[in-house]
């Protein structure tokens, strides 16, 4: 069961609110078109001056910018970017207003609309394999709930307001899921993407969770710290 997210809910720092995040719901309404998302997989990313050390894998790290002047806002909207200038990237903003952290959302399971997720990521990016990869990646799931990026950038998952012809909702989880696992964020640079940061959540042994690879660097700054090798899968 789930129910709707509340300001007060995401107020904490994203550290914190990501894992809370996990088994709750994300609907989207684009054109008319309605997809439900049950959230599988987060990465939490804190801005600068948020929380008690620097984010060096964050968009905000070095302050506000036209780009990220979403993740300084009150929390509940999605901050919504553009990856490799392809992917729209979808993340709920957390922490109090004008401090910057958003929540990554890297993967979940289509629970209603699947037909439209897949047209619409068939229409991207060509032929959805397995049911698991509609919402596999932080592209994938962008693609499957229509959200794009500029014109739903700073859209209101709180109030469900209208924004370039979309609403969006998010539901949070009445209990956390019963498998919860933690470790660094995917294809993140240097330090920001190890043991340092450990700052990805998912729920362990789903299907719709992404594979882990490091990012540029972050193998070898890894090493450097002595953390545990980790194979790609």
């Known amino acids: 069961m789930t129910r709707p997210a509340t300001r007060d809910d995401l107020a904490a720092l994203p550290v914190e609110i990501a894992p809370l995040l996990l088994g709750g719901h994300l609907e989207t309404v684009v054109a008319g078109e309605r997809v439900v998302l049950r959230i599988t997989e987060v990465e939490a990313y804190h801005g600068l001056g948020t929380g008690d050390r620097p984010d060096p894998g964050s968009h905000a790290r070095g302050g506000a910018t036209a780009r990220n002047a979403t993740m300084w806002g009150e929390p509940g909207h999605l901050y919504v970017y553009l990856s490799h200038g392809i992917h729209s990237c979808v993340n709920v903003v957390s922490g109090p207003e004008g401090v910057a952290g958003g929540v990554l959302l890297r993967g979940g399971e289509v629970i209603e609309g699947a037909d439209l997720a897949e047209r619409r990521r068939s229409e991207r990016r060509g032929v959805v394999r397995a049911a698991r990869d509609l919402a596999r990646g932080p592209g994938r799931l962008g693609d499957a709930v229509g ?4 014109v739903h950038d700073g859209i209101d998952a709180v109030t469900g307001a209208e924004r370039a012809g979309a609403r969006a909702r998010l539901f949070l989880p009445d209990a956390p899921p019963a498998h919860v696992a933690s470790g660094p ?13 450990p700052w990805r959540f998912w729920i362990e042994g789903d299907p719709t969770v992404s594979a882990f690879r490091w990012g540029r660097g972050a193998a070898d ?13």
């Open 221 to 233: 700054a890894a090493a450097r710290q002595g953390d545990t090798p980790r194979v790609l899968d």
């Open 147 to 150: 959200l794009r990026h500029p």
């Open 185 to 197: 964020r995917v294809g993140v640079a240097g330090i920001a993407g190890t043991d340092a940061f």
